[in-house]
């Protein structure tokens, strides 16, 4: 095999790799004698109790370095790639592709189609299972790497050819079966296309994917995304409220076999099919811990009771503190200078909810006024509502005319990971300027949305 380097970028502070005098700048050159291919093998040799690296340094100095540690103690290194490895694109051509689907002139990361197996395990990617080999079947059984996430879409082989545009998409399947009597964690998802793998296609894939319980842990089944950009792409149609109600009333069924038998619901609905089809979200329980949470399953479920926890709490204080005359004073303080208002942008998936949560939160702070605004995704086209997808000239061009108060207030799923960025490159500094106004940006758990609200509060005080 041919040697490979893997260059150190983050040594953690009080790390077993500071304390060995690695720094950024050094190169990996193999664990135990082996050469490392991947984040795989890494990850999987450096688990042991002891071990060896070999390491050059930037002087070109060569260092063998014994370890001994706890067993999985993590070493604190961050390489340069963090696959260690070229990244996998995907070999589909899904009819119903996201990335392909894109408008012109973004970002040219934004039109990479990744379907890596390695980020499936690092970062809960899901993957067609269609640009793997046997040799990484193999690697994941021995190096025992999961949960692995599939994009199954369908269990019927021919069907599956003709939804990704791959000859081997079915043979594809015989994967999950390998997978599954070696005792691999899974989870699945299913984008379903109206009249293509709905229906009985949807109650057939349900079906034969119980077989794989207890080791395919779940399944998400989740609407086609689609934009406006879908010139000379696969005719696809949108979900009508009565087809939400249909998918429901399947997943519902097979949700309490499953339940009855193997004690989990197993099958889960995304948020936006009971948008679509007009219904309650389902009682927390029915989510089974929230465990296809990434996938935009039971988000507005968790917003909600994160939110009214914190609520109860803060009822809980006032009254416990009524009768304090500081409190008392405080108060009275604060309602004689006036009301104070906020606004909340979001997609119009969550803004149903967001209205229910600001409403809940001003009855017991009057003071207070919140505005929530659903932003109509001009830029991907109206049939996308989360708000995940929504760029910053879509949030200047209708939010521009608005009184928007104190502060607005955006999820932070608005920006890219890490950065104060929207998805068109325009930064969170330049809508301020446009908008004249101070924006938040709130993380994603109903606790920190309600510190927010709060805030106007405790700036008062």
């Given amino acids: 095999m041919q040697t490979k380097e893997h260059k150190i970028i983050q040594v953690e502070d009080g790390s077993i790799a500071q304390e060995l005098n690695l720094v950024p700048g050094d190169v990996l050159l193999a664990v135990n004698g082996q050469t490392i291919e991947d984040v795989f093998d890494f990850h999987y040799l450096v688990s042991d109790e002891s071990l060896t690296l070999l390491v050059r340094k930037e002087s070109g100095e060569e260092w063998e370095l014994e370890i001994e540690k706890e067993y999985s103690q993590d070493l604190g290194i961050t390489f340069e790639n963090g696959l260690m490895d070229e990244y996998r694109s995907c070999c589909n051509k899904c009819i119903f592709c996201f990335i392909d689907q894109m408008p012109p002139n973004m970002r040219e990361t934004l039109y990479f189609k990744d379907d890596d197996s390695r980020l499936s395990f690092l970062q809960g990617n899901y993957v067609t299972l269609t640009n793997m080999s046997d040799k990484d079947i193999d690697r994941i059984i021995k190096y025992k790497l999961a949960p692995i996430n599939i994009s199954v879409h369908t269990t019927n082989p021919e069907l599956r050819c003709q939804m990704l545009n791959n000859r081997f998409a079915g043979d594809a399947l015989k994967k999950i079966q390998r997978l599954y009597e070696a005792g691999i964690e899974m989870n699945g998802q299913i984008v379903l296309c109206k009249g293509i793998n709905d229906g009985d296609e949807l109650e057939r894939s349900i079906r034969e994917l119980t077989g794989y319980l207890p ?15 879908r010139d000379n792409l696969y005719p696809l149609e949108p979900f009508l409220k009565e087809d939400a109600r249909k998918v429901l009333e399947i997943i519902h069924k097979w949700q309490d076999i499953c339940y009855e038998k193997h004690g989990t619901h197993f099958i889960h609905a995304g948020d936006e099919w009971y948008l679509l089809a007009g219904q309650d979200f ?24 994160e939110f009214t926890a914190a609520l109860k709490e803060d009822q809980k204080e006032q009254e416990n503190a009524i009768f304090s005359p ?12 006036g009301h104070h208002k906020i606004t909340v942008a979001t997609g119009k998936l969550a803004a149903p909810m967001l209205m229910k949560l600001a409403g809940m939160f001003t009855a017991l702070h009057p003071e207070t006024k919140i505005q929530v605004v659903p932003i109509e995704n001009e830029f991907f086209g109206n049939q996308i509502t989360v708000s995940g997808l929504i760029t910053g000239q879509d949030l200047a061009q209708q939010l521009c005319a608005l009184e928007l108060g104190e502060k607005l207030l955006l999820p932070c799923n608005m920006l890219r990971s890490g950065e104060f960025v929207f998805l068109d490159d325009i930064t969170v500094e330049e809508l301020e300027k446009t908008l004249q106004v101070p924006v938040g940006i709130v993380k994603s758990d109903g606790q920190s949305l309600y510190q927010e609200f709060l805030c106007i509060q405790e700036r008062e005080e």
């Avoid at 389902?282 to 009771?305: A, F, H, K, S, T």
């Fill in 282 to 305: 389902p009682e927390e329980e029915r989510y089974d811990g929230y465990i296809q949470l990434e996938n935009g399953v039971g988000m507005m479920r968790l917003l909600y009771e």
């Fill in 326 to 337: 500081k409190f008392r004073f405080g108060r009275k303080k604060k309602a004689k200078t």
């Fill in 215 to 229: 080791f395919m842990e779940s399944v998400s089944v989740v609407p086609v995304g689609m934009t406006r950009y």
